[in-house]
């Protein structure tokens, strides 16, 4: 790319940041902009830069400036009436590139932070013991036996009982144990949906319903996503009159890798919208139990009278990554998800069943939880500080509203496979950010995942991040407070 296409490159960054911030409506009408000043130490670009993509945003009615005051956002009706959207899905191709990563964080040569995986030092693992203990001694319990589909009663009532507090009635009956969070979403979608159907997406999204829509022959339709408040409702809707939606694909509840939580207000309204256009919806709740009780929100099934929501969990984020038990409330799919489980020979290990139904019955899933979310806490602070000091110029971090991924942006100038290649070099494995998109394309982002106790190798690891940004971004070294902290996202 020659110095023209750079310099093109930069103030259309910064022009499109500023749209974001307006269309989003985290900029309200009549809001003063950040000065040219700010939006040059943001971006870490040059005020002519800026200057040039603030020019084009009052020549569209986007801005208004005011002489030696500064530039404000232009009241409705100001601008031209938008065109419509061009609702065109995409193709998926990702699968290779997730596979390279996991691939590579597997490399015991490196430390890598790009794997969700919560470590064992953080696992309750002598309070399972325990509960393995405590089964080995009862004759009657057949740790060996084969659970068939729907799984253990025992823990499907106690699963039922969790349920409760993420606002959804169900039984047992309506619960189905799955091998795991992803094989619970990849049901799901095949149960809902045919080869070819469209699957509307936050973007950026997990990289594991990328993969479960490009191996099911699907495509995706990437929807505008705030970091603040999810995907965009106003957007679905036009798609949604459009009939370009299939099927809704959501993760809203520490959204990964973004880790916003979406308003109840836009739960309730996103449900309405899809129960009224017939789309089914696939929810991904995966962190739940991460969230500080004060700000746990309603699941979405919970606004769901239909039964066309489908609820997707497990317990690896928070108890045992290895034991492999999820589950879904499936509503009216559970016949068709059944009968695919029975057909794929789906039976969960009858072992980890058992253990996890006493863990829960001993009444020790809470207790842990609240210790696990104290510590992820401090290493959100941790994350926060590091990001805020030693990180370049233009840098951008929302602190998640709970959990343990961090999505971090750095400026858009940074060369990101010279970081990665530097990070590398310094024994710090870092993925690229395009497993996040549905076309695949990379971005400047990096995805930190800290499921771990804070060792003094991690914090080399953020040390040499914090290098290889400044020189994948021209920079030499770090120098203090120097990087953008948003606010924490709704708590």
Request: charged share 15%; aromatic share 6%; proline share 7%.
């Given at each position: 790319?020659?110095?023209?296409?750079?310099?093109?490159?930069?103030w259309?960054?910064?022009?499109d940041?500023?749209?974001?911030?307006?269309?989003?409506?985290?900029?309200?009408?009549?809001?003063?902009?950040?000065?040219?000043r700010?939006?040059?130490?943001?971006?870490?670009?040059?005020?002519?830069?800026?200057?040039?993509?603030?020019?084009?945003?009052?020549a569209?009615?986007?801005?208004?400036?005011?002489?030696?005051v500064?530039?404000?956002?232009?009241?409705?009706?100001?601008?031209?009436?938008?065109a419509?959207?061009?609702?065109?899905?995409?193709t998926?191709?990702?699968?290779?590139?997730v596979?390279?990563?996991?691939?590579?964080?597997?490399?015991?040569?490196?430390?890598s932070?790009?794997?969700?995986?919560?470590?064992?030092?953080?696992?309750?693992?002598?309070?399972?013991?325990?509960?393995?203990?405590?089964?080995?001694?009862?004759?009657?319990?057949?740790?060996?036996g084969?659970?068939?589909?729907?799984?253990?009663?025992?823990?499907r009532?106690?699963?039922?009982?969790?349920m409760?507090?993420?606002?959804v009635?169900?039984?047992?009956?309506?619960?189905?144990i799955?091998?795991?969070?992803t094989?619970?979403?990849?049901?799901?979608?095949?149960?809902?949906?045919?080869?070819?159907?469209?699957?509307?997406?936050?973007t950026?999204t997990?990289?594991?319903?990328?993969?479960t829509?490009?191996?099911?022959?699907?495509?995706?339709?990437p929807?505008?996503?705030?970091?603040?408040?999810?995907?965009?409702?106003d957007?679905?809707?036009?798609?949604?009159a459009?009939?370009?939606?299939?099927v809704?694909?959501?993760?809203?509840?520490?959204?990964?890798?973004?880790?916003?939580?979406?308003?109840?207000?836009?739960?309730?309204?996103l449900?309405?919208?899809?129960?009224?256009?017939?789309?089914?919806?696939?929810?991904?709740?995966?962190?739940?139990?991460?969230?500080?009780?004060?700000a746990?929100?309603?699941?979405?099934?919970?606004?769901?009278?239909?039964?066309?929501?489908?609820?997707?969990?497990?317990?690896?984020?928070?108890?045992a990554?290895?034991?492999?038990?999820?589950?879904?409330?499936?509503?009216?799919?559970?016949?068709a998800?059944?009968?695919?489980?029975?057909a794929?020979?789906?039976?969960?290990?009858?072992?980890a069943?058992?253990v996890?139904?006493?863990?829960?019955?001993?009444?020790?899933?809470?207790?842990?939880?609240?210790r696990?979310?104290?510590h992820?806490?401090?290493?959100?602070?941790?994350?926060?500080g590091?990001?805020?000091?030693?990180?370049?110029?233009?840098?951008?971090?929302?602190?998640?509203?709970?959990g343990?991924?961090?999505?971090?942006?750095?400026?858009?100038?940074?060369?990101m496979?010279?970081?990665?290649?530097?990070?590398?070099?310094?024994?710090?494995?870092?993925?690229?950010s395009?497993?996040?998109?549905?076309?695949?394309?990379?971005?400047?982002?990096?995805?930190?995942?800290?499921?771990r106790?804070?060792?003094?190798?991690?914090?080399?690891?953020?040390?040499?991040l914090?290098?290889?940004?400044?020189?994948?971004?021209?920079?030499?070294?770090?120098?203090?407070?120097?990087?953008?902290?948003?606010?924490?996202l709704?708590?």
């Open positions: 790319m020659d110095r023209i296409e750079k310099q093109q490159k930069r259309r960054t910064v022009k940041w500023i749209v974001r911030q307006i269309d989003s409506h985290e900029w309200q009408p009549g809001a003063r902009l950040p000065s040219v700010e939006l040059t130490r943001l971006f870490g670009t040059s005020i002519t830069t800026v200057q040039r993509a603030l020019a084009e945003l009052e569209s009615a986007y801005v208004l400036a005011t002489p030696r500064g530039y404000f956002v232009a009241a409705p009706g100001t601008a031209a009436s938008p419509p959207h061009d609702f065109s899905s995409v998926v191709n990702v699968n290779q590139a596979v390279a990563m996991l691939a590579q964080a597997a490399n015991p040569a490196t430390l932070l790009s794997s969700a995986v919560l470590h064992d030092e953080l696992t309750p693992q002598v309070l399972l013991n325990k509960c393995l203990a405590a089964l080995a001694a009862q004759a009657q319990v057949s740790l060996a084969l659970v068939p589909p729907p799984g253990l009663p025992a823990l009532r106690r699963i039922a009982g969790l409760l507090a993420r606002g009635a169900c039984g047992p009956d309506d619960i189905l799955t091998s795991g969070d094989i619970a979403l990849e049901l799901a979608l095949e149960a809902v949906a045919p080869k070819g159907a469209t699957v509307a997406i936050e950026p997990y990289y594991g319903i990328l993969q829509i490009e191996r099911l022959g699907m495509r995706a339709l929807l505008r996503t705030h970091l603040a408040t999810g995907i965009d409702i957007h679905l809707q036009e798609a949604l459009q009939k370009k939606v299939d809704i694909f959501l993760n809203p509840t520490l959204q990964n890798p973004c880790g916003f939580i979406m308003p109840e207000g836009h739960r309730a309204r449900s309405v919208l899809a129960c009224e256009a017939g789309v089914p919806i696939i929810e991904d709740d995966i962190f739940f139990d991460l969230v500080p009780e004060q746990r929100p309603r699941a979405l099934k919970s606004y769901d009278s239909s039964g066309q929501t489908i609820y997707c969990a497990s317990f690896s984020k928070t108890i990554p290895g034991y492999r038990v999820g589950w879904c409330v499936a509503g009216r799919y559970r016949a998800i059944l009968a695919q489980m029975f794929r020979n789906l039976a969960v290990s009858s072992l069943q058992h996890l139904d006493a863990f829960i019955g001993r009444g020790y899933l809470a207790p842990h939880c609240a696990l979310r104290t992820l806490a401090s290493l959100g602070e941790y994350v926060a590091v990001v805020s000091t030693r990180f370049p110029p233009g840098t951008l971090y929302q602190p998640p509203a709970g343990f991924i961090h999505w971090v942006r750095l400026p858009a100038h940074t060369d496979a010279l970081l990665r290649r530097l990070a590398g070099e310094g024994g710090c494995h870092v993925a690229g395009g497993i996040f998109s549905a076309d695949g394309a990379d971005s400047t982002a990096i995805r930190l995942c800290l499921g106790t804070l060792s003094p190798q991690v914090a080399r690891c953020f040390e040499v914090a290098r290889c940004a400044w020189q994948a971004g021209g920079g030499l070294q770090p120098q203090a407070g120097c990087a953008v902290a948003l606010p924490a709704r708590k």
